[in-house]
């Protein structure tokens, strides 16, 4: 074991150089390193956001909207469907995931059911069309009672491209807020993971990711005043909606404003090109200028022309933000919001208009916010505490085997080296756990050399030489050593793989440790020893 | 400079005879920790429970915590917890899972810190905000738990395949009495028990296989080189071989935890002392359970070890 061919000795030199080379960005400040020729690397290992501060935020895609938005389509589906057939029906209606609807007239059912029948579609997902899974299913019962059921492999493909709508969405809402990297990823069937680090205002960011921003241009319904709409009832086809929240000024919503709004969507969101905060020259408050696209404008010309001299309304997720008259045609379609806006809230308004509408409704199901304050003084703390603990092992490595014991520290300082080069090669996240990870394996690190030198001991005590006894100290411990670090490797990849954030960073310093701790035992320590004895030729065991 | 040495060299200990108290300890200590479990239950984190965690820091140098415990009161959040939390303008603000269904549950949670932020105003700091909605509580109690046996069960393979199976059955054994005797603490301290403790409790597994493991190796090794020696001799030997080398581990090891305890932080407070009470019940269990459980699981065949229960003496040495 301590003969080592000239080839194994650079390649351990080589390992400990690269080790070295890829921690050391970590001690310079980042103007530094861009000063570094382009060959060296400069990763540095990545803050987790509870040591640098920052927002998570968790959110899920609600399922029960998905399936009702769905439903209210396919009810207006049935509807068409059967009129222009002049098929005469009753009691259409979206119920307990169906459209539901009864045919007067029986002998007209056969009819009905194969018209209704084109609407059933196959779910579009390919990862989903194994067994020609259809989105919906078709139920017709004797007494003319026709059903369109959702299926669950049609809720689930809605949810999945909802689900990655939104991430698009959100991408392009958190860009808006100009942080550095943040990142936003799915998480099993329908919920995103949103981090943000060194976030200042996460209320901020929680309320940009919680607005749908659902912007329709409607008209205002003038055949019955909001108010005694809103005491009888509003007209089949219309909605009584309320005024947006002044933010200068909140109210309750029974106190603001209600608009009579018709259910028919002339233009939406979809169509804008842009959005942007500006002044209204004239009064000099905050508005939203937008521009429609070119179907957008054609549309907003002919209604505009259409509607001259009635209001219409602009509406965002069911909330009326305007709802200015129509004065003359707008051809050039663009044009302008007020409504009670501060700069902030028409920035984020644009914002929002720009990014475009989420699909679905989003809950936020989990936030984990840091401040800077405490991730500042978590990095400290976790630095004392591993530069005494690490202090503390190699004193008490020195005093239980002398020489030896200054060989196993140097290999700990390699392992650490490593362990540190490794992490920020991977572009690893640091977390505070992961701190900790780093420093028991500091403790547990010298474990392997300990069994290597205990080993040699005893085989010493035995009655074999010096040398020998060592030969056979490296040998006999190697498949402990081995053994005993596999069970420990099991136990951090399966905290890995059910890990989230913090206690992942654990895992994976854990882990790697493991694997520096078996490099460094065996190849350096050994080399160190094996070069110590070439050059001194001891006769007397040091240890 | 001569080295210091903890264990002397040639120390004999007869560890198995120790297995009389040792097996009805453990016994005991485990259906305590069980029946602690049942009783007291765990002071569950929010990781698990769901509810809302805020950590404040007060401009004043001494947190008014009764003040503070007041105004949250008059809320009517249910149950609310203000404590201290490493500094003395430092506050930890728990606020129990609000009721209500999916969607609803999770927006009256996040009404919760709109609440305390207005309540407190903007003269603290706030340095912590965690809410835990209750789907995702519940997702993370069950992963937790499958991690915790997924673990167990891996190692279980692993050993089986590197060793007879007594082996695999006694260090799963010794390491689910590990786990029990940790959970048992955190319900007996009323500790917060969280995400992190199952981080901790995987890692407790890790560090207490790798110490029953290199024992056992040891016994393996033993048994192939005396094939006459009586097994509760061997496991004697085996277990004073590497005892010098489970001490100075468990003691390095404590030294880089008991600096992580002391210096590291409150944040990871709970997590290290789950930790060291580990390496503590961890190097007991290797020792005292592992190592005697063979000679319950009959690894050897009655017939060698019979001269041995002739041999209660103990004059026995290593050769």
Partial sequence: MLHFARWKVGLVLVVVLFGLLFSLPNLFSEQTINNLPDWLPKGKLVLGLDLQGGAHIKLQVEKEGIIEDRLEILRGDVRTALREDKIGYTGLAAKNGAVQVRIRDLSNLAEAEKKIKTLVQPVSSSLMSGGGATETSLEVSEDGLIKLALTEEGIGARVKSAVSQSLEVIRRRVDELGTTEPSIQREGDSRILVQVPGLQDPDRLKDILETTANLTFRMVDTSMAAETALQTRPPLDSEVLFEAEDPQNPTEQSNRVPYLVNKRVLISGDELDDAQPTFDSRTNEPVVSFRFNTSGAKKFARVTEQNVGLPFAIVLDDEVISAPTIREPIRGGSGIISGSFTAESANDLAVLMRAGALPAKLTIVEERTVGPGLGKDSIEAGEIAGIVGALAVVLFMFLAYGLFGLFANVALVVNIVLLIGVLSFLGATLTLPGIAGIVLTVGMAVDANVLIYERIREENNYGRSTIAAIDAGYARALGTILDANITTFIAAVILFSLGSGPVRGFAITLAIGIITTVFSAFSFNRFLVATWIRFRRPSNLPI | ?319
Wanted: hydrophobic share 50%; aromatic share 10%; no cysteine.
């Fill in chain 2, 1 to 319: 400079m001569k080295p210091i040495r903890i264990i002397p060299d040639g120390t004999n200990i007869h560890f198995m005879k120790h297995r009389f108290w040792s097996f009805p300890l453990s016994g005991t200590l485990v259906v305590a920790s069980i029946i602690m479990f049942l009783v007291a239950g765990l002071n569950y984190g929010i990781d698990f429970k769901g509810g809302t965690l805020i950590e404040i820091q007060t401009a004043e140098e001494v947190a008014d915590l009764g003040n503070i415990r007041g105004k949250l009161n008059a809320l009517d959040l249910g149950d609310v917890e203000v404590q201290e939390f490493g500094a003395p303008n430092d506050v930890l603000i728990r606020v129990e899972a609000q009721g209500g269904d999916g969607e609803d549950a999770e927006l009256a949670q996040q009404q919760v810190v709109d609440l305390v932020k207005e309540t407190l105003g903007n003269t603290v700091t706030y340095r912590r905000v965690e809410v835990v909605g209750p789907r995702v509580s519940g997702e993370l109690a069950t992963t937790g738990t499958i991690s915790v046996l997924a673990a167990l069960f891996a190692v279980l393979v692993y050993i089986w395949f590197r060793f007879e199976w007594q082996f695999a059955l006694g260090a799963v054994i010794a390491t689910a009495h590990d786990v029990i005797l940790t959970i048992g603490i955190f319900a007996l301290l009323q500790i917060e028990f969280n995400l992190t403790t199952i981080a901790a409790i995987l890692t407790i597994v890790g560090y207490s296989l790798n110490d029953t493991v290199v024992v056992y190796d040891r016994i393996r090794e033993d048994l192939r080189k005396y094939k006459k020696m009586p097994l509760r001799q061997v496991l004697d030997q085996a277990i004073n071989q590497t005892l010098s080398r489970t001490t100075l581990t468990s003691f390095t090891t404590l030294l880089a935890l008991g600096s992580l305890y002391f210096l590291g932080g409150e944040v990871i407070r709970s997590f290290t002392f789950a930790m060291i009470w580990g390496v503590f019940v961890g190097t007991y269990s290797s020792i005292f359970i592992a190592a005697p459980l063979l000679i319950f699981l009959s690894l050897r065949s009655e017939q060698v070890q019979s001269p041995a229960e002739t041999d209660e003496a103990g004059n026995v040495s290593a050769p």
